[in-house]
């Protein structure tokens, strides 16, 4: 009787188990760069889909497993990412503690579910040595897990490339110490608008890197896909670690049909892209109301425009990992 019950029990907790619930770094393993694609482990081209978590010292409630594991199952992210801010209040330069915490919280999450995760220095001025104190931390916590990507400049705003690439290659040469393998993504100048800057003159001697491009399609469109497809023909790998369909501000209406036009760029030239951001602000990007929980089960009444948006786009694309 017992056998039977526990038998019972088992299909009970498969026919509940979630869509979207499948373990894509099982899948892929290893992350790595061939060129300019990004591959799996067995070196076949891989492309991650998710949602960028808001800033987390004015969204700290959001930063929890329950957030990550819904992120996944219901909206069939393969990546999210942890979006710590550096300045101003609360950030990590003025509390390291607590911003490391919230970081691991989504980390650790993250590999309990089996997503990649970005580890994202979400800053837009060079903090040479908090940098390398923080990611020398996060290399020797999380190296050994293919789960985790560093994301080391956000937006650079004000400086030059020669700037952001000699602040790269410290933070670089400090995560390498201790991870040898795991992509690591470099910003560029102008809210990571100038790849092309990047692709005449890349970072030398390192593997596994990848370059960001960000794009807000109300105010981004042809003339940044363009330079973006110079890059790649130079052999530049990019990474979309942040988009979405508004105002580069954040704000104002979607353009949805602009959007559309990215998300195809990038699924053509295999770039992988996520969405910013898993927030409740009032303003466009955000994508979740006050009435969103903090820990998941978002409901169709808690999610913005731009939430429903992004949800059916990161689903249709992900498609193959909602089984
Ligand atoms: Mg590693």
Known sequence: MKTVYSLLLACMVIVYLPAGA??????????????????????????????????????????????????????????VRAAMGVEPR???KQDSAGSVRAVKAVVDAAIAAGIYVIIDWHSHNINLEEARTFFAQMAQEYGQYPNVIYEIFNEPERQSWDEVKAY???????????????????????WDQDVHLAADAPLQGFSN??????????????????????????????FISESAGMEATGNGPL???????????????????VT???????????????????????????????????RALIRKYNKVYLK
């Open 90 to 92: 609360r950030g990590y």
């Open 255 to 273: 353009n949805e049909s602009e959007w559309l036009q990215w998300i195809e760029w990038a699924e053509q030239n295999g770039v992988s892209w």
């Open 168 to 190: 790269s290659a410290e933070v670089i040469g400090t995560i390498r110490k201790w991870d040898p393998d795991n992509i690591i993504l470099v910003g560029s100048p102008h």
């Open 209 to 238: 890197l990848m370059y960001t491009l960000h794009f807000y399609a109300a105010t981004h469109k042809q003339s940044l896909r363009d330079r973006g497809t110079y890059a790649l023909k130079k052999g530049l790998p990019l």
């Open 276 to 310: 910013w951001s898993v927030s409740d602000k009032d303003e466009t990007c955000s994508v979740l109301l006050p009435s969103a929980a903090s820990d998941g089960g978002w409901k169709e009444t808690d999610l913005k425009e731009s939430g429903k948006k992004a």
């Open 22 to 79: 499948q373990n894509v770094v099982r899948q892929h393993g290893q992350l790595q760069v061939k060129g300019a694609q990004l591959c799996n482990q067995k070196g076949e081209p891989v492309v991650l889909r998710g949602m960028s978590f808001g800033w987390h010292n004015f969204w700290p409630r959001f930063y929890n497993g329950g957030a990550v594991q819904w992120l996944q199952q219901d909206w069939g992210c393969t990546v």
